[in-house]
């Protein structure tokens, strides 16, 4: 029966990455990017990498992508399974079969996705034609037209160039080329960062509609909190190229238990209380080229001890699917109750906590 379990479990996930170890040379120091990075998604979930810029999220789904720049950036060791197939194992030709097809990428900046002398039309239809040479140019180009009108753009707009769009018209545009041939799995890199709240909203809904749709798994990385709740399945926290803490999402949101993912989640503003000053998490990430022995975390942790300083810290389970990288995860969970426990115990307490780290009771 337990190896049922676990035959069943494997079939259920899409992208398997293992002890992923990325680092960058530049000027003569060794930047350790990516340091030991397990986790697994499932097929038709969505898991969201939060945590502070330069702590290596992106680095992750350029690993994936195999679109790191070789020199100065150099994938160090580990795995990455795509429906049971190491990528990192393929050549660059089987590779560029799977990138845009198999999985697709939207980036951060719109601006700089596109090119400028092509309209969209012709660009979206060169994906197309990329990975379906069998087609004629007519269908080519009416599967081009399908995908554009799904994502908002009326047919008229199809021969205008990038400068004609605004900026959340030109993420629609991007969203589209990445879906254009229906890819197993999407990275999208802070893909809202560049739009105002409106936008931002529509794009998101836009996304999880499609995602839906197509039955696609999801990598969504961002620093907000509030996109995590709405679009993500699980969270993975990252700081300075480790996962820290990883778990589904109202697991996490209502059981946080590694320093750093609760502080993130202090600094999220309140509505419901006035303050002169937002909480912010003291210290500065470390430099990557110059990582603290033992947990990377402890220089800004108060809860830090000796041995927390003096080796690395493994991944605990602290709950059942709730992996934390802390030696204190054990005291820490029984000395913090969760997020809506407060709420329902003290009455209070509830309107400084409703609203704020994902808590709506």
């Known amino acids: 029966m337990d190896k049922n379990i676990k035959q069943n479990n494997t079939e259920d996930i899409l992208l398997s990455v293992k002890n992923l170890t990325v680092q960058y040379t530049a000027g003569g120091s060794v930047i350790h990017a990516v340091n030991d990075v397990s986790f697994d998604l499932k097929k038709g979930t969505t898991l969201g990498l939060v945590g502070e810029t330069g702590a290596g999220k992106t680095t992750i789904a350029r690993a994936i992508m195999r679109v790191l720049p070789d020199p100065p950036a150099r994938i160090m060791g580990g795995e990455i399974f795509l429906d049971g197939e190491d990528l990192l194992k393929i050549s660059e030709k089987e590779m560029r079969k799977i990138r845009g097809n198999k999985i697709s990428m939207i980036f951060q900046d719109p601006m700089t996705a596109l090119n400028p002398i092509f309209t969209i039309g012709n660009q979206i239809e060169e994906v197309i034609k990329l990975h379906n040479e069998h087609l004629s140019r007519r269908e080519i180009v009416q599967k081009a037209v399908e995908i554009l009108e799904m994502v908002g753009i009326v047919r008229d707009r199809y021969h205008e160039y990038p400068h004609q769009f605004s900026g959340g018209m030109k993420q629609r545009v991007i969203i589209a080329m990445a ?99 937002l909480y912010t998490i003291p210290g500065s990430p470390p430099d990557p080229s110059d990582l603290p022995e033992g947990c990377h975390f402890s220089p800004r942790c108060k809860y830090a001890s000796d041995l927390c300083r003096s080796r690395g810290i493994p991944m605990k389970e602290v709950r059942p699917g709730h992996f934390c990288r802390c030696l204190h995860c054990d005291e820490r969970l029984e000395m913090v109750p969760s997020r809506s426990q407060i709420c329902q115990d003290d009455p209070d307490t509830a309107d400084q906590e409703r609203g704020k780290n994902g808590c709506d009771c």
């Open 179 to 277: 879906l254009a041939c229906n890819p197993s799995l999407l990275l999208a890199d802070e893909p809202t960062t560049a739009l105002d709240v409106t936008i931002q909203a529509q794009v998101l809904d836009m996304m999880t509609r499609l995602k839906e749709q197509y039955r696609t798994s999801m990598i969504m990385i961002t620093h907000d909190m509030g996109i995590v709740a709405e679009v993500c399945d699980s969270v993975a926290v990252v700081y300075a190229g480790e996962i820290v803490e990883i778990a589904d999402k109202e697991e996490l949101f209502d059981h946080p238990v590694h320093p750093y993912t609760v502080g993130l989640f202090d600094c999220i503003p309140d509505i419901h209380r006035k303050t002169d000053m």
